[in-house]
C-alpha cells in the first residue's frame, strides 16, 4: 500500500494529522500539474494558492469517497479536480451536486481505485454512484451541467438549449458526448485503466 492511500485511509478513519500530511506531501505538485492543463487565461487565477487547497479539500470532504492506487493517480485526479474548479464559472454545480448526494441518502460505497478488477467484473450499485459522481467532477462545466439538467433533473433538450443559449441539437450532441465520457470513465475503473484517462 502506498504512503498516499495509507494517509487518505487514516484521515477517513479520524487522523486529522494525516490530511495535513497528505496536503504538504502533494500540494505543489498538484498545483503545477493543474497549471500545466490550463490555457493563460485560466491559468492566471491559479495565482492564489488557496484556490487549489480549497478545491482539494471540498472535493475530499465532499466528493465521493475515493481511494487511489498510488501517490502518482492521487495527484493526477486531483489537478484535474482543480482543473475542473476553475474552469467552471458558476456556482451551479456545487450547490447541484451536494442535492444529488443528498437525495441519494448521502450514503455510497469507497472507490478503491487500487483494487485490481477482471475486466468482466461490474461495480456494486453503490460503487458506480460513487464513480458517476466522481466522473462529473472530471467533465468539463458545460458537459456535467448538461448531463445533470437532463438525466438528474429530467429536464428537455430545447430548455437546456434555451438557459445556454444553443440549440435544442447542440444540447442533445453536447448531452451525449457527456455520457460517452462518463462511460468511458466507468470503462476505464473496470479495465483498470484509469491513469489513462486522467493523463
Known sequence: MSRTTQLLIEWRDGNGQALDDLLKRHMSRIRGLARMRLGSRLRSKLESRDI?????????????????????????????????????????????????????GGHEALLDLSKSRRPDEELSARERDAAIRLGYELLGPEER???????????????????????????????????????????????????????
Not at 458558476?90 to 443528498?102: D, G, L
Not at 430545447?158 to 445556454?164: N, V
Not at 440549440?167 to 484509469?194: H, N, P, V, W, Y
Open 145 to 199: 451541467r448538461i448531463h445533470i439538467r437532463r438525466h438528474a433533473d429530467r429536464v428537455s433538450y430545447s430548455d437546456i438549449g434555451r438557459e445556454l443559449g444553443i440549440s435544442e441539437d447542440a444540447a442533445r450532441k453536447r448531452c451525449k458526448a457527456a455520457s460517452e465520457r462518463l462511460q468511458a470513465f466507468l470503462l476505464s475503473l473496470r479495465l483498470g485503466t484509469i491513469d489513462d484517462f486522467l493523463a
Open 52 to 104: 487549489a487547497q480549497d478545491a482539494v479539500l471540498n472535493f475530499l470532504r465532499n466528493g465521493p469517497r475515493v481511494i487511489p492506487a498510488n501517490g502518482a493517480q492521487f495527484r493526477a485526479l486531483m489537478s484535474r479536480i482543480v482543473e475542473s474548479t476553475i474552469s467552471d464559472k458558476h456556482k451551479w454545480f456545487e450547490s447541484r451536486k451536494r442535492e444529488i448526494f443528498k437525495e441519494s
